[in-house]
């Protein structure tokens, strides 16, 4: 039986010490379907444990695959022996990234069959790109009866304009455009670190991609990518905003290890321009000191790098107990304000008109009972408990579950009152 839990926040305690950034979760999921692509053992490093990366290796398992867990954060995966395209166990109908399985079959066995993506609730979520892409390269798509399937002959590489800039479609795109013959160049793609860290991790394999990290790459594909190499994920830079984010939401102090920094630009400035912190940096560490209540400031979502729109629940967090009234502007995603009802249990005063946010702050919030539903505002959510006064339970923890790895041990080490505890 599957016992629901929740967590019981004390709020009004400083978090105060370190903590150390796992592996980026949306770098992980594109990296354990790119293992497809290669012929051979590959080892990944520093992989987060979080429910998206384990049910991509259950499904590598499904397919053919072999997968070794060699520690607490490494695996071997052998997908030498790939003998089937179709995908459809395991949860994967419940995370967004398992269309990336899409690219990857359709790359390596030119054939896949992959059962409709889920992902957090943020409107609609189109994949006119991904089909754009694949078709471009010569496959056909078609997204119904629950699965997209995807087909082709042959792939041949050609140019490639996104028509809107998406992570998902540039990593999909990518995956299948390395196998292919000749040279696929896409422009307008996505910029983000996972994309970089994707272009390493397939050149690392014997990919020939060049780019990644601007809007144009181009990637000249290669008959075969061999195993036998060992590739750690880059640091997640949501995980380590929100602990940024939480050093000044409770006035505390907190060094944020094994990160890079120059991903952390857009935040660390926002965070400076409310005057609530002082900020340190090092190679591989920024510490955020919180020292008095911040000034409301306007944040508008980018693409990368602008402000992250997977930090836009927990800047709204901070914002809510903010002097003066602040903006926030969600410029990716239709409706990435759902959670906001919660906040206003907790006496947040937020208006929100269409991808708008009006936030008044106010001087503190209220413990309260609230339901997380999405990933990003469960973290949200469990920021606001850790501010708030008095008690908070936060529920429906498996959206938590989906993308961080031990929040809670990490927040109760650096001084929160918090527990799991079954409801
Ligand atoms: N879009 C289209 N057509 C497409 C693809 C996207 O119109 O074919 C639109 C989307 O509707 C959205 C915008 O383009 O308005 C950007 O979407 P994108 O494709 O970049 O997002 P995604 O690939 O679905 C990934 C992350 C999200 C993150 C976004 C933006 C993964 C598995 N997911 O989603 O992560 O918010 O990029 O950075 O990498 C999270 O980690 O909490 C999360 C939601």
């Known amino acids: 039986m599957i016992t629901k839990e929740k967590l019981v926040i004390n709020g009004g305690r400083k978090l105060k010490g370190e903590v150390s950034i796992h592996g980026s979760k949306n770098a992980a999921v594109a990296l354990v379907a790119a293992a497809i692509l290669v012929e ?43 003998n089937k ?13 398992s269309y990336y399985l899409v690219g990857a079959l359709l790359g390596r066995t030119h054939s896949a069959e992959v059962i409709f993506p889920g992902g957090c609730n943020f409107g609609a979520r189109p994949i006119d790109q991904h089909k754009k892409g694949f078709e471009a390269l010569g496959a056909t798509f078609a997204a119904v009866g629950g699965y997209i399937t995807a087909k082709a002959r042959r792939l041949i590489g050609t140019q490639i304009y996104f028509d809107k800039i998406s992570v998902g479609a540039t990593i999909n795109v990518m995956l299948a455009a390395t196998l292919a013959d000749g040279m696929t160049v896409l422009e307008n793609a996505a910029r983000e670190p996972h994309i970089v860290d994707l272009a390493n991790f397939l ?195 498996e959206y938590l579950d989906r993308g961080y790895e031990g929040f809670v041990q990490k927040l109760a080490e650096l001084g929160a009152d918090i527990k799991r505890i079954e409801e």
Do not use: W
């Open 40 to 82: 051979g053992k590959v080892i990944i490093e520093n992989l987060p444990k979080i429910t998206d990366v384990c049910i991509l290796l259950d499904t590598l398992e499904d397919l053919g695959g072999v997968v070794e867990h060699l520690g607490h954060d490494t695996v071997s995966i052998d997908c030498t022996e790939i």
């Open 85 to 97: 395209s179709k995908a459809d166990k395991n949860d994967l109908n419940k995370m967004r990234a």
């Open 203 to 397: 050149n690392m394999m014997g990919a020939d991609i060049k780019g990644a990290g601007t809007s144009v790459i181009r990637i000249r594909g290669v008959e075969k990518l061999s195993g036998g190499k060992t590739y750690s994920v880059v640091p997640d830079m949501i995980e380590a905003g929100t602990f940024m984010i939480a050093a000044a939401l409770t006035r505390g102090t907190i060094t944020v290890r094994n990160i890079i920094p120059e991903h952390m630009e857009s935040l660390t400035v926002k965070l400076n321009e409310t005057g609530a912190v002082s900020i340190e940096e090092g190679d591989d560490y920024i510490t955020v000191k919180g020292n008095r209540r911040p000034k409301a400031v306007l944040v508008q979502t980018l693409e990368y790098p602008g402000f992250p729109t997977d930090l836009q629940p927990q800047m709204v967090s901070l914002l809510a107990i903010a002097e003066g009234q602040g903006t926030v502007i969600e410029g990716i995603f239709d409706n990435r304000f759902q959670y906001v009802d919660q906040l206003l249990q907790m006496g947040a005063q937020i208006r929100v008109e269409g991808r708008t946010a009006l936030i008044t702050g106010v001087s503190k919030l209220i413990g309260s009972p609230i339901r997380a539903m999405d990933l990003r505002a469960a973290a949200s959510l469990i920021l606001s408990g850790l501010a708030a006064e008095g008690t908070t339970m936060v529920y429906n923890l």
